[in-house]
């Protein structure tokens, strides 16, 4: 599994602020947890801080005894609502989604992404990728790209170029970048990076796939085979 997260919050031009979205717990051999959060930066850290909290009391229910990783959607869905409703204003809404993966033990890992509500969907064969936040600008690099058959280092790199690519089309999602990778019944977290802002490898990532995608449009079939194709249409049609 591949997790990846920007660090900028949002609050209007003048009230940006720096925070990581990407959590990790776990105890090595037996379990490991990600958490990735978007939304209302009071909620999501409320919800997270609960999380530590109740690791920390050996709550009846924590991330370090919980049966499985459904379970720990649920878990960390009713912290979530619990947290947005003590902010609830005249009806505003102070909403958080969540994505949660990891593995427990030798049951097979999975990734789940948490809705407001509550609720929440996994991954398929068709939908090998889950996101939150400011999804859209990074989305069309993920859906051409990934498939279930590719390895952790391609997904990892698919992961940073689609955030890229939301990073230069929306001021909000901002470095550091973190990124995480885990390897399927190691149980143990290694493969974790933070890129800042002045990362030499994100800048020759965002090179390279800037001048790739120019030698890719100047390669494109000229312009002149669409007029073809609109003539040939208006022929068929009978237009004049």
């Not at 120019?214 to 249409?233: I, R």
């Amino acid at each position: 599994m591949v997790f990846c997260s920007d660090s900028l919050t949002n609050a209007g031009i003048d009230q940006v602020s720096t925070y990581s979205k990407m959590f990790h717990f776990g105890i090595e051999g037996e379990r490991q947890f990600v958490i990735l959060t978007a939304g209302n930066l009071a909620t999501s850290q409320a919800t997270i801080a609960r999380v530590k909290i109740d690791i920390k009391q050996n709550a009846e229910v924590n991330l370090l005894n919980i049966g499985s990783i459904e379970e720990a959607a649920d878990y960390l869905g009713d912290l979530s609502r619990v947290q947005q409703e003590k902010r609830t204003i005249e009806g505003k809404k102070f909403e958080a989604s969540f994505i949660i993966g990891g593995q427990i033990g030798s049951a097979k890992h999975e990734i789940i992404l948490v809705y407001p509500e509550g609720n929440h969907i996994t991954t398929s064969m068709d939908t090998p990728y889950l996101q939150i936040g400011e999804s859209k600008y990074g989305k069309p690099i993920l859906d051409r790209i990934l498939t279930p058959a590719l390895d952790l280092d391609t997904c990892a790199l698919c992961a940073l170029v689609s955030m890229d690519s939301t990073l230069r089309s929306n001021l909000s999602v901002g470095p550091p970048i973190e990124t995480l990778v885990y390897k399927t019944g190691s149980l143990t977290v290694t493969n974790y990076h933070r890129f800042d802002g002045d990362s030499e490898f994100l800048r020759d990532l965002k090179k390279s796939w800037d001048q790739l995608l120019k030698n890719a449009f100047v390669q494109l079939p000229p312009l002149k085979w669409a007029t073809n194709w609109d003539k040939s249409g208006r022929e068929r049609s009978g237009a004049s």
